[in-house]
Each structure stands twice: as structure tokens, then as C-alpha cells.
């Protein structure tokens, strides 16, 4: 989680109009969302110790970042209030996860990036 947040005050003796007081605030979560399955399996009989072997399938994870802000007089004192919300850096990803053949287990991972995308922007957000 991010959290920001900032104020001044502005003066100008040549423009009125530029005396106010503005800042801003915002804040950034990012969030994370993972489904998994696992499915392990052992055999064991008289002659052999206990052998154990596991399929791992995560099939689908989804994180990204939710940002979002309310300024008040920016850029500028006759701007009034303005937000912004958005989504950015999404990934999703699955993974799988073969039993070991050997010494060495197969893993696979797939996974799709995306910028993300504006929900909604006011004139604040960049």
C-alpha cells in the first residue's frame, strides 16, 4: 500500500487570483489473487519404501495495482477539484507443476502482462 499526500499554500502579490491553498492525495494498492489445486499420490508395499508423486495446477493468478488520488487547486488556483482512479500493471499468469521424473520435477509457467487501464481521470492523474 502507498499512501501520498501534500499541501501548500500559494501566494503572489502580482496576481490575486493565484492566492490558495492546494495539494493532493492519493493512494496505491497492489492486490494479488491466486487459485491452486495439488493432487499427491503414494504407494507404498511390502517390498519398496514409501514413493509419493504431486501435480501442482495453479490455473489462474491475477495481480495488479489500484491507484487512485483527489487534488484540490492543481495544477493551478482556478483549477477546483480533481481525481483520478486506475488499474495498472496486470499480470496474469497459471502455473503447472509435473511430478518428478527422475530428480527433476517439471514446472511450467504462463503468464500475460497488461498496462492496465484508466477507470476514471478528472484532469489529476498522470
Known amino acids: 500500500m502507498n499512501l501520498t499526500a501534500a499541501g501548500w499554500q500559494s501566494t503572489s502579490e502580482c496576481s490575486p487570483a493565484d492566492n490558495c ?16 489445486f495439488e493432487l499427491i499420490a503414494c504407494v507404498e508395499s511390502w517390498w519398496s519404501s514409501k514413493k509419493c508423486a504431486g501435480v501442482e495446477i495453479q490455473p489462474v493468478g491475477v495481480s495488479g495495482t489500484v491507484e487512485g488520488g483527489v487534488a484540490y487547486h492543481e495544477p493551478t488556483c482556478q483549477t477546483g ?12 499468469s497459471a502455473v503447472f507443476k509435473l511430478p518428478a ?23 489529476s492523474g498522470s
Open 21 to 36: 491553498k492546494y495539494g493532493h492525495v492519493g493512494l496505491g494498492l497492489t492486490l494479488g489473487l491466486n487459485v491452486k
Open 81 to 92: 477539484v480533481t481525481g483520478y482512479a486506475k488499474v495498472k500493471d496486470v499480470r496474469v
Open 101 to 123: 521424473i527422475g530428480s527433476k520435477g517439471v514446472t511450467q509457467t504462463l503468464s500475460w502482462d497488461f498496462g492496465g487501464f484508466t477507470i476514471w481521470d478528472s484532469g
